[in-house]
Structure formats: C-alpha cells, structure tokens
C-alpha cells in the first residue's frame, strides 16, 4: 500500500474499532476483533509515520537541502536540520518521550512486572511483541516476548548509559522502524582540491560565467539488529523473598552496557554493529609497528604515528582506547626533554585518576585487544561513528534450559546497530598518507 491508502485503511479500521468501544458489551469474539483492531491500527500508524519521514527525506536530497556538515572539511558530515541529525540528549526520554510520560502499564514496579512474568499465569497488563508476519516495523516474531514498558525500558538503558564508551559520544539516531536512513555527504579525496565529491572554490572575472557544481551524497542505512541479553536466575531469589528484581534488573542492564560496547567496538557486521576496530569499518587506518620492533612492546614513535594519521576535525573528541595490559608499558615511556641530559617527561600523564597521551584522554578497557595483538592501542573518534537504537524492549522466561537446577532463563532483547559514517579514509589537498577518526597499531606478536 502507498500512503495514501494506508491512511484509508487506518479510517477505516479506527471507525470500526470506535463502534466496538462504544458498545456496552461485547462478545468473546468482538472483543478479539477490537484486541486485534488497536495492534492492526497502531501497525498501520507506525507505517505511515515511516512512509512520510522517507518521502520527507527523498524530498530534501532531492532538493539538495542537506546542509554541509559542521566541523571543518574532516569533521562530521551530517545535517544539522531538526529531522535528519541525530539527538544530542542520547537518555531514552531525551530520544522517544521528549515531553511525554513514561509508561508503567499500571504495573506498581519492575518487581510485580517481573514476578508476573515468571508465575507464568496470565495478566492482560502483559503485552506481547507484535507478529513479523503482521507488520514489517517491528521486525519481532510472535513469541518474541513480552514488551517491557517504557518506564522500566529507560530505567535499564539509561542505567548503564553513563559508564559506556560509546553510546555516550557517538552520534545515536532514535529508529522508529526497523531501519533509518542517514543522509551524509561522499567524496573523501582531496587532491584535486574538491569536497564532497565535487564542490571547488571558483574565481571569476568580470562577466565571466561559473560552473555549476554537484556534490555526491552517500546514505548510510541503520538497521535494527536483535541483540540478546540471556540471564540465569535461582528460583531462591524469588521464593525466598530475596530481592529478585534488584537483582535481576543489575544483571541485565550491565549486560546490556557491556555487549553495546563490545560490539560497537569489536563487531564484524554480520547481523551485528560494525565495530570500529573491525574489517567491517572502511575507514580504519592500522599503523604497522617499527622495523625490528621487539614482540609485545609499545614504542615512542607508534603512538606519534598513529597520532599523526587522526584527522585534524578529530583531534577535540577523539580518545585512546587501551587493553589494561598496556598500561605498565606506557607508564615506563619517557620522552627527553631540550638538550639538558637526563631531563624527560612521561608520555602517559595522570591527573586525579584521569589518563592522557598528547593532551587527548585515555580509556583502559578489555574490550581491546592483549598487549602485542593488533587493536591493543587505539585513536578513535566516536562521533564519526552512528548509533540506532529502537524504543523497544522485549523480555521473555523459560524454565527449560535449568528445569533439572531449580534456574530460570530470562532473555531481554534490545534492537540496535551502529557504523562508521565514513565509508574511506581522507586523501588530504596536500600530504602523503591518508587521514581517518579511526586508527589502530599493528601486532607486535612475532
């Protein structure tokens, strides 16, 4: 159907179900229709709203409205229109209910919600996912789980948020499908003195005519990927009025925080984020290690090298991430100072428990590689890296895999993907190697 005849058929079904509503009784039957006629019109609500943000954003690039981006020619490359960028407060809120309540759906807490859930008695407050087969948006099969309610949903990604790496400095796009597409600007060679694929000062004499110019654009396409947090829960928390939610909750939205990060950083893209130290991101620069470099050693000049290929509209956001393990060797690196004998100055600098190399902060994280591996020191810059997340949370039990150790299973599934927003490095006006937000150093393992 096209968006005309969606909203025909959202009249259609919206009228029928207000003569249900009206009715002072209905029959088992009729109540099933009216069930089945609030998912069919919020299905078809949810279409039209997609339909029209993509014809809205059809018609800005064919109109060439997308603004260049702000930050220098190396900075970022989006828009800073209203519906195209993404959002700057990245809490659930400040994504999906900007002025609007959050929703418990009459449940008292988390703790009611989840001891309903696992009794595995019925509760019409238990909402279930919307079926694949009946609506294309949601992307969630019929036993795809319970809908946890919003208010519950921002409380555990919001809980993990502040101690995540890249959520809290990558762009984050709200998806309210299962797929969002972010307009962005191509052309990442500069030699020939052009910008996005195209655009080139001009100088003109009297009466002389100028030549119009065309940039390219690129499309980056986000797609709502099924990540699953599985934890095992004693039924002893529960029986013996322990503080089952508590517990549970700490257990998933860790989980929750720590897999985003993993994956943001370390996955290949298969049904799964682009991970910026990954194959999967084109833009990443690895720099080899020195000549007859010793195996499992961290030298001056391969940091001041990777330093050296950072894009310069990256040098404010961009932070070294380290594996823990290379922590004493950086801390053993010294730099001599002027020509006075014996004067050096350490390259790793700490403050109050805050680590920098080269003026730019240092996080130690095990989502890196060990000490000697590619990937064990890394320069990024998150906010060339895009982020999608969806509002929606499903949660699901099952006693079957611990039936014979008295366990019970729960599995919480949060959609979300994320992609470097260049699709090369940049080949600078004038220089000899390329430049990205993204750099890595090579393996000294053999």
Same mark, same amino acid.
């Given at each position: 159907?096209?968006?005309?005849?969606?909203?025909?058929?959202?009249?259609?079904?919206?009228?029928?179900?207000?003569?249900?509503?009206?009715?002072?009784?209905?029959?088992?039957?009729?109540?099933?229709?009216?069930?089945?006629?609030?998912?069919?019109?919020?299905?078809?609500?949810?279409?039209?709203?997609?339909?029209?943000?993509?014809?809205?954003?059809?018609?800005?690039?064919?109109?060439?409205?997308?603004?260049?981006?702000?930050?220098?020619?190396?900075?970022?490359?989006?828009?800073?229109?209203?519906?195209?960028?993404?959002?700057?407060?990245?809490?659930?809120?400040?994504?999906?209910?900007?002025?609007?309540?959050?929703?418990?759906?009459?449940?008292?807490?988390?703790?009611?919600?989840?001891?309903?859930?696992?009794?595995?008695?019925?509760?019409?407050?238990?909402?279930?996912?919307?079926?694949?087969?009946?609506?294309?948006?949601?992307?969630?099969?019929?036993?795809?789980?319970?809908?946890?309610?919003?208010?519950?949903?921002?409380?555990?990604?919001?809980?993990?948020?502040?101690?995540?790496?890249?959520?809290?400095?990558?762009?984050?796009?709200?998806?309210?499908?299962?797929?969002?597409?972010?307009?962005?600007?191509?052309?990442?060679?500069?030699?020939?003195?052009?910008?996005?694929?195209?655009?080139?000062?001009?100088?003109?004499?009297?009466?002389?005519?100028? !030549?119009? *110019? %065309?940039?390219?654009?690129? $499309?980056?396409?986000?797609?709502?990927?099924?990540? @699953?947090?599985? =934890?095992?829960? #004693?039924?002893?928390?529960?029986?013996?009025?322990?503080?089952?939610?508590?517990?549970?909750?700490?257990?998933?939205?860790?989980?929750?925080?720590?897999?985003?990060?993993?994956?943001?950083?370390?996955?290949?893209?298969?049904?799964?984020?682009?991970?910026?130290?990954?194959?999967?991101?084109?833009?990443?620069?690895?720099?080899?290690?020195? !000549?007859? *470099? %010793?195996?499992?050693?961290? $030298?001056?000049?391969?940091?001041?090298?990777?330093? @050296?290929?950072? =894009?310069?509209? #990256?040098?404010?956001?961009?932070?070294?991430?380290?594996?823990?393990?290379?922590?004493?060797?950086?801390?053993?690196?010294?730099?001599?100072?002027?020509?006075?004998?014996?004067?050096?100055?350490?390259?790793?600098?700490?403050?109050?428990?805050?680590?920098?190399?080269?003026?730019?902060?240092?996080?130690?994280?095990?989502?890196?590689?060990?000490?000697?591996?590619?990937?064990?020191?890394?320069?990024?810059?998150?906010?060339?890296?895009?982020?999608?997340?969806?509002?929606?949370? #499903?949660?699901?039990?099952?006693?079957?895999?611990?039936?014979?150790?008295?366990?019970?299973?729960?599995?919480?599934?949060?959609?979300?993907?994320?992609?470097?927003?260049?699709?090369?490095?940049?080949?600078?006006?004038?220089?000899?190697?390329?430049?990205?937000?993204?750099?890595?150093?090579?393996?000294?393992?053999?």
């Amino acid at each position: 159907m096209n968006l005309e005849e969606m909203k025909a058929a959202l009249a259609k079904k919206a009228q029928r179900l207000k003569d249900l509503v009206g009715q002072d009784r209905l029959s088992d039957k009729e109540k099933t229709e009216k069930r089945t006629l609030l998912s069919e019109c919020q299905d078809l609500k949810t279409d039209i709203e997609q339909g029209a943000e993509e014809r809205q954003l059809l018609d800005d690039l064919d109109k060439s409205y997308v603004t260049p981006p702000a930050g220098g020619q190396l900075g970022g490359q989006f828009s800073t229109r209203d519906h195209t960028r993404p959002t700057e407060d990245r809490s659930y809120r400040g994504m999906f209910a900007v002025g609007e309540p959050l929703s418990r759906d009459s449940w008292k807490d988390p703790d009611e919600f989840l001891n309903v859930l696992l009794s595995g008695r019925h509760d019409e407050r238990l909402k279930r996912t919307r079926s694949e087969k009946r609506s294309m948006i949601e992307g969630v099969s019929e036993d795809g789980g319970f809908s946890v309610p919003t208010e519950f949903a921002a409380k555990w990604l919001d809980s993990s948020l502040p101690a995540e790496i890249v959520r809290t400095r990558a762009q984050v796009w709200p998806m309210k499908s299962s797929e969002r597409v972010v307009p962005g600007w191509s052309g990442k060679d500069h030699s020939g003195g052009t910008l996005f694929g195209g655009f080139k000062m001009q100088w003109l004499g009297e009466a002389q005519t100028g !030549t119009r *110019q %065309t940039g390219k654009m690129e $499309v980056l396409t986000l797609k709502a990927r099924k990540g @699953a947090i599985f =934890a095992q829960i #004693s039924n002893e928390l529960k029986d013996d009025g322990m503080s089952f939610a508590q517990q549970l909750e700490f257990a998933l939205k860790t989980s929750v925080g720590f897999g985003l990060d993993s994956n943001f950083i370390n996955g290949d893209g298969v049904a799964k984020p682009a991970g910026v130290l990954t194959t999967a991101n084109p833009a990443l620069i690895t720099v080899a290690k020195e !000549t007859s *470099q %010793t195996e499992g050693t961290i $030298v001056y000049r391969n940091l001041s090298k990777m330093y @050296a290929r950072l =894009a310069p509209g #990256s040098y404010k956001n961009a932070v070294w991430l380290c594996n823990q393990d290379c922590m004493q060797s950086l801390l053993e690196i010294y730099v001599p100072i002027g020509e006075t004998y014996g004067t050096h100055a350490p390259l790793l600098n700490e403050s109050n428990g805050t680590f920098s190399i080269f003026g730019i902060p240092v996080i130690f994280t095990e989502h890196c590689a060990s000490l000697g591996a590619q990937g064990d020191i890394n320069l990024v810059d998150f906010t060339q890296y895009a982020v999608g997340l969806r509002k929606d949370l #499903s949660l699901d039990i099952s006693n079957a895999p611990g039936w014979t150790e008295d366990m019970t299973d729960y599995r919480l599934i949060v959609r979300v993907d994320g992609m470097s927003t260049w699709s090369a490095p940049v080949t600078p006006l004038n220089g000899t190697v390329t430049l990205s937000p993204f750099i890595t150093l090579g393996a000294r393992d053999e």
